[in-house]
C-alpha cells in the first residue's frame, strides 16, 4: 500500500473538522489544508465579512472553486465548512479525490463548542439552536451520502477521534491488514 490517500473531513459547525484536521495532519506528517482559511487568505476578508459583501451565494461560489482546487491535492487533510456537501459538484469533487469522513456530533456539543466564536454568520441569525436543527435535518442525508464512514466527536476529545479516523481510514486502504 502506498499510504493512506486525501482524508477529507466533512460535517457541521462544531464537530470539530478543523481541529481534528489540524492534529490528523501532523499525526500523519501531511500536509493540512482548511478550506475556509484558504478562502479567507484567497480573498483577505473572512467568512463574516464575505457573508455580509457577497451573500451565502458569493460564499458558496468561492468555496466550489476553492474545494475543487484543494482537492486536487495529493496525500493532504482537508477540512471543509459546514455547508460544503450542499453541492452536487462538491460532493462528486471530493468524492472522487479522497476518502471523506463525516464528524458527527450532538447539536448540545455543536452549541458550546460554537457559542463564543464570532465569524459563523448562519449562526447570527435567529436561534442558534433551532438553525443547527434545521440545518442537521437537511444536511446530514448529504453528509452521509457523500462520507466512506462517520465518527462521532461529541464523548472524547479530538486526540481519541484522530486515532480512530488513522484506524478506520487503515482499514478501508487494506481491507486485509487484520492488525489494522
Ligand atoms: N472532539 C472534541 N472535543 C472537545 N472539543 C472539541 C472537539 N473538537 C473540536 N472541539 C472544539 O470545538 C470548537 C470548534 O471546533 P472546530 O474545529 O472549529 O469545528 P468545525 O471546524 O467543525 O466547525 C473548538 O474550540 C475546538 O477546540
Ligand atoms: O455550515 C456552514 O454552512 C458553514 C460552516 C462554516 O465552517 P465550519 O463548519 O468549519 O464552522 C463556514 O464554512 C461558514 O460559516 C458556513
Ligand atoms: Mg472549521
Redesign the pocket.
Known sequence: MQGLPTIILV?P????????GRLLAAELKREFFDSDHEIEARCGANIAWIFDVEGERGFRDRETLMLRELAGREAIVL?TG?GAVLREDNRQALRERGTVVY?ATSVEQQIR??ARDRNRPLLRQGNPEQVLRDLFAKRDPLYRATADLTVR?DR???KA?VNEIIRRTKRLSDPLDLKA
Request: net charge positive; glycine share 26%.
Open positions: 460535517g459547525m462544531g464537530a470539530g473538522k478543523s481541529t481534528i477540512a459546514g464528524l463548542r460554537t466527536t472524547r476529545g479530538p477521534v
